[in-house]
T-cell receptor, first 115, second 110 residues
């Protein structure tokens, strides 16, 4: 089954404790992206990756890191989480064939709470 | 600033009625437009996309695009209680990056 997976699905942690949220896709997609979703603010892009070893900042990159060492995986790293990073996080992927109609497929989400 | 505006709602319609969801965007370079449906606590799922002016129909859903007015809409015919969700409008301006509106919450009343 074609899918984007994220782990963990739920995480409660404390301020300053480094964490990683994993994202993996089995569709051989080149493009991957991380979003956070907060009430009233919608989905905002954190980082994206056009291909292996190519990453770039989205609209809200502060406090986050990413890496793209292999095509299928795109982990999101919070080196020193703070309470304002409490949010619902989504990973997405798509295949950039150069078409304006390439669609993004979302993972199930990770609900993160930072105390 | 790439802005995508949606009325947050809630929009309530009776079962069987037509639900009309609207979205405006600020960047005239926007090339394609996507509608996603999101149930509470779940991930967005694609309903349809449109990139040419006019209407595009897919089952009970019709997307309408007017690039001159920078306006895109989604019509849901014969609305069902299962259509109750938040509908996200997204705009693609360059590369594969999507810019999302904050969503419109739709409630279909049985």
């Amino acid at each position: 089954e074609a899918q984007v997976t994220q782990n963990p699905r739920y995480l409660i942690t404390v301020t300053g404790k480094k964490l990683t949220v994993t994202c993996s896709q089995n569709m051989n997609h080149e493009y991957m992206s991380w979003y956070r979703q907060d009430p009233g603010l919608g989905l905002r892009q954190i980082y994206y990756s056009m291909n292996v070893e190519v990453t770039d900042k989205g609209d809200v990159p502060e406090g986050y890191k990413v890496s793209r060492k292999e095509k299928r995986n795109f982990p999101l790293i919070l080196e020193s989480p703070s309470p304002n990073q409490t949010s619902l996080y989504f990973c997405a992927s798509s295949s950039p064939q150069g078409s304006w109609t390439d669609t993004q497929y979302f993972g199930p989400g990770t609900r993160l709470t930072v105390l | 600033q790439k802005e995508v505006e949606q009325n947050s709602g809630p929009l309530s319609v009776p079962e069987g009625a037509i639900a009309s969801l609207n979205c405006t965007y600020s960047d005239r370079g926007s090339q394609s437009f996507f509608w996603y449906r999101q149930y509470s606590g779940k991930s967005p799922e694609l309903i349809m996309f449109i990139y040419s002016n006019g209407d595009k129909e897919d089952g009970r859903f019709t997307a309408q695009l007017n690039k001159a007015s920078q306006y895109v809409s989604l019509l849901i015919r014969d609305s069902q209680p299962s259509d109750s969700a938040t509908y996200l409008c997204a705009v693609k301006i360059w590369a594969n990056n999507l810019f999302f509106g904050t969503g419109t919450r739709l409630t279909v009343i049985p």
